[in-house]
């Protein structure tokens, strides 16, 4: 990157600061023409001056001899058989400021317009070349930085650079342009006003500066304070849950209290310096006029000078302070921004970056990778001068199983991120055939080479994204527009590359499906469960399935084939062995195993309008149930919800698995409703507040009779609330139709899961093993049906959440490995995957994932050194050395693996 801001901004918006800076030259003329308007209107419009002398005449230009110029002293001639009187040539002289103000009015827009567009046109080019180069960084390179450090260097950072941007060159042309015309204009008028406003500008321009160089230096530790606030406050999110098992919240909160102290500091400051320059910067801006009224009323009375000419000049300097303090702000500006610019720049040019040419797009598929891998003299050097490879000198065919084996950091960790083109040598070489790995493009190495490590990373989308994000190399297919759309991408295009960006659509087909074994969308997912089965993750999946949803507009086979589903189900659960499991879904009926929220509404919540948090307080529920008389009940049930909590989980610690599984009111609500309680003591439920009030009346409508048992539902207030059901459904408002969707015996829900379109029930609470039952029944039903597989596609569509944390850690690398597997590479590079899983599960995974890789390469670093037995060599690394390599059977005299197989 250009260190000069300037440099960067003049390579980059040349042509267009050329035309903006032409059309700051044009505006000037007709700035100055605007300038010397209001001189005429005085002296000729207003004075009648060119109406009583035929010398001479002022119109647009300073005092000219214009013999012919007059027709006569009452009227003046403008063009050849226009003459005007004195009121008619006022009205037009006025007339003309008015076009002239809008003429400059309308330039300024132009020229504001065209810069904020270059403006944005850079920021957007700036931001994307910090990003392009964050993609180049070494990876060893992230252990150093923050990943919010970055991020907020791209985004907030650089923000003011982007306003400054289009105004590098245009605003110091343009300002300096309107007050050199202005000062032009002074000077013709009178030299001595133009003196006094010459050395008035010379002081502003000399103190103000001087005076915020001070201001400049805070802002830069503000700016390197915040930056590092928002580094402090990403480490307490990624170490949450450290803080609350060793009880530092407290010392965090003084940590953060005292680097917010500091920033306050620093602001204050800079609040103080920055309005003490402020006010001196407006002293000596009205230090001007009174100098004009002065010495211009003196020569006006006691000299020649023109009543005219001193309006002039005081309109002329009207519009010369803003130009001025502007072009000291910025001068400011620019030394702010060229500290921020130097500093971001500093940021993205660390040491080793990769080389751009690596990472460009194939044209096709790329050619496997055949022959040897080979090493020669691999070191491994990291910042603090340790070495976890040290000479590692190997020889292997790509197509062999290869096991690292060693102690925790004895290099096989380090090894397989060599191999893998994660981690460069410091010397040596890496070769895979006649090919130097570090010659290789991205394209090559990420199609024919897969990695998975200890910890997988996930990005926030669904499964099956995160499985396919491993063939998203290039576009293999253009996507389909209308001809609006596709008019507007093209424009989005043209302004891409004019802004320095790709201009790739990131709505293209990206999957490389050949490499997958795919012919097209339409059969990857087959290659994608092939794939979790090998992992063992299918099961997961189908499971997230039947917790996921499906429109049924957009797959209406999939509804249809669900409601058979449903049909099949309740056909079996007629059997009376099965009758007691599930207590299906009855408009007439009260379902003792649904709470009461459930039973009233008899449907699906699509949003948050009848969430149980919100159902109590909505009006046309409280209509229904004041219809039927339950409002007071139901607040009396709330009571009696409120005491029983009290009382039972009172002396329970906060965090106890009762209260998830019982307790209406969380652990540190509960003194609260107990001081409720004792407020209501001998009252009546009316001299409650009504915040009280609502507190109560939410709590019964989470209560289902079945789980809770408290006995507050019998067949009275069965019928009861079966009667504010029916009135609930009646006359629903229309925004509140949208709000729910009603259950339906023969119709697809599409708000509810799968599983409770399926069932069309509720698992009845007490039965042994009871949901284990029905789900084993569901999945019997759904095998036979042949629906299985569009389960699982559904939960392929399961978001992972942030990072992936929405799934366990063995989901993660499950993932993680299914990804790897997908791509079908030449050579899989895996560096303790498995480590999280249990020993048998490890095992089988093993034995899964080499036969599914059988004739392509494996490069393993086990966790456990008696698993090498099933690779075609095994290595031994300790202290970044290769200790011993053979085949398994050859190693077993070897005291170094030895010793390794006896820590088990």
């Known amino acids: 990157m250009d260190k000069n801001l300037f440099k960067y901004i003049w390579r980059h918006s040349r042509h267009e600061q050329l035309i903006i800076l032409l059309l700051v030259v044009v505006a000037q003329v007709f700035y100055f023409v605007s300038l010397n308007i209001p001189k005429v209107i005085v002296n000729d419009g207003i004075e009648g001056k060119a109406f009583k002398t035929a010398a001479e005449v002022s119109f647009l230009r300073m005092t000219l001899p214009v013999p012919s110029f007059l027709s006569d002293t009452g009227s003046i001639t403008l063009f050849d058989g226009l003459s005007l009187s004195q009121w008619p040539y006022l009205v037009a002289m006025s007339c003309l400021f008015l076009v002239m103000v809008t003429v400059n009015g309308m330039f300024k827009k132009s020229i504001n317009t065209q810069k904020g567009r270059m403006g944005e046109r850079m920021l957007r080019r700036l931001r994307y070349e910090l990003y392009d180069r964050i993609l180049l960084f070494p990876n060893a390179h992230f252990r150093k930085v923050k990943a919010a450090e970055l991020s907020g260097m791209i985004k907030d950072e650089v923000e003011p650079l982007g306003g400054f941007i289009g105004d590098a060159y245009v605003q110091p042309a343009f300002l300096g342009g309107q007050a050199i015309t202005a000062l032009l204009f002074i000077v013709l008028q009178s030299m001595w006003l133009g003196m006094i406003v010459i050395a008035v500008l010379a002081v502003q321009a000399f103190v103000i500066p001087r005076l915020r160089r001070r201001v400049i230096a805070l802002g830069r530790e503000r700016q390197l304070t915040a930056r590092q606030l928002a580094g402090r406050i990403a480490e307490t999110v990624d170490g949450v849950h450290e803080i609350h098992s060793n009880a530092t919240s407290n010392y965090e909160r003084a940590d953060i209290a005292n680097r917010l102290g500091t920033i306050f500091g620093i ?367 139901l607040l009396q049930m709330g009571v009696a919800i409120a005491e029983t909590m009290v009382e039972l989980f009172a002396d329970l610690p906060a965090g106890h698995p009762f209260f998830e599984q019982f307790s209406f009111i969380a652990a540190e609500d509960l003194p609260e409703f107990r001081t409720l309680l004792s407020r209501l003591a001998g009252r009546s439920l009316a001299d409650l507040d009504p915040a009280s009030r609502a507190r109560l009346a939410a709590l019964p409508f989470r209560y289902i009779e079945a789980r809770h048992r408290l006995g507050l539902i019998d067949a009275a207030m069965e019928e009861r609330l079966l009667a504010a059901r029916r009135a609930f459904a009646e006359n629903l408002p229309p925004e509140a139709a949208t709000a729910i969707e009603f259950y339906d015996r023969n119709r697809y829900n599409t708000a509810a899961t799968l599983q409770d379109n399926i069932l069309f029930g509720r698992i009845v609470y007490g039965q042994a093993q009871g949901s284990e039952r029905v789900g084993a029944l569901i999945s019997e039903v759904l095998a036979g049906l042949d629906l299985r597989g569009a389960v699982v596609e559904i939960g392929l569509d399961h978001n992972v959440g942030v990072a992936g944390k929405r799934l366990s850690a063995v989901q993660r690398q499950k993932v993680g490995l299914a990804r790897g597997l997908v791509k079908r590479p030449d050579l899989l590079v895996l560096n303790e995957p498995t480590a999280v899983l249990d020993s048998a599960a490890q095992q089988r995974l093993l034995d899964k994932i080499l036969e599914v890789c059988k004739g392509r390469g494996v490069v393993w670093a086990l966790s456990r050194a008696s698993l090498a037995d099933r690779f075609d060599q095994v290595i031994v690394l300790q202290g970044g050395k290769v200790m011993a390599s053979g085949a398994p059977g050859d190693m077993t005299g070897d005291k170094n693996f030895a010793d390794l197989l006896a820590a088990g």
């Open 267 to 633: 602001r204050f400051e800079l609040f103080q310096r920055k309005f003490t320059a402020k006010f001196l910067n407006n002293l000596l801006a009205q230090m001007t006029p009174f100098l004009i009224y002065l010495i211009g009323g003196y020569l006006v009375l006691f000299s020649d000078m023109q009543v005219g000419s001193v309006v002039g000049v005081l309109l002329a300097y009207k519009d010369l302070p803003g130009p001025v303090k502007e072009l000291i702000d910025w001068d400011q500006q620019r030394q702010d921004v060229q500290q921020k610019y130097e500093q971001v720049a500093e940021q993205f040019e660390p040491d080793g970056m990769l080389a751009r040419e690596l990472q460009v797009a194939p044209e096709g598929p790329v050619s496997p990778l055949s022959g040897d891998i080979v090493l020669t003299g691999v070191t491994v050097s990291d910042d603090g001068g340790s070495k976890p490879i040290d000479g590692v000198s190997l020889v292997t065919p790509i197509s062999r199983r290869l096991a690292l084996v060693g102690p925790q950091g004895g290099g096989k960790e380090a090894l397989t991120q060599v191999i893998a083109r994660l981690v460069w040598p410091s010397t040596g070489t890496v070769r895979i055939g006649d090919a130097d790995l570090s010659t290789l493009p991205e394209a090559v190495t990420g199609a024919r080479i897969s990695y998975v490590g200890q910890d997988v990373y996930l990005f926030p989308v669904s499964v099956r994204d995160n499985i396919l994000y491993g063939l998203k190399r290039r576009p293999v297919k253009p996507a389909a527009y209308d001809e609006a759309k596709r008019r507007a991408r093209e424009r989005f295009s043209v302004e891409a590359r004019r802004s320095g960006n790709p201009d790739l659509d990131p709505a293209d087909d990206w999957i490389d499906y050949e490499a997958a074994g795919a012919t097209g969308p339409g059969d990857i997912d087959r290659r994608i469960v092939e794939a979790l089965r090998v992992v063992e993750l299918e099961e997961d999946i189908y499971q997230f399935g039947l917790r996921g949803t499906v429109d049924a507009v957009a797959h209406p086979r999939v509804a249809e084939s669900i409601l058979m589903a449903r049909d099949e189900l309740h056909a079996r659960l007629a059997d009376p062995a099965l009758a007691a499991l599930v207590e299906p879904f009855d408009r007439a009926r009260y379902n003792r195993n649904m709470s009461v929220a459930e039973n009233l509404l008899f449907g699906t919540p699509i949003d948050r309008t009848f969430d149980p948090d919100n159902i109590a307080a909505n009006p046309h529920m409280r209509e229904a149930l004041s219809r039927v008389g339950l409002e007071t009940d």
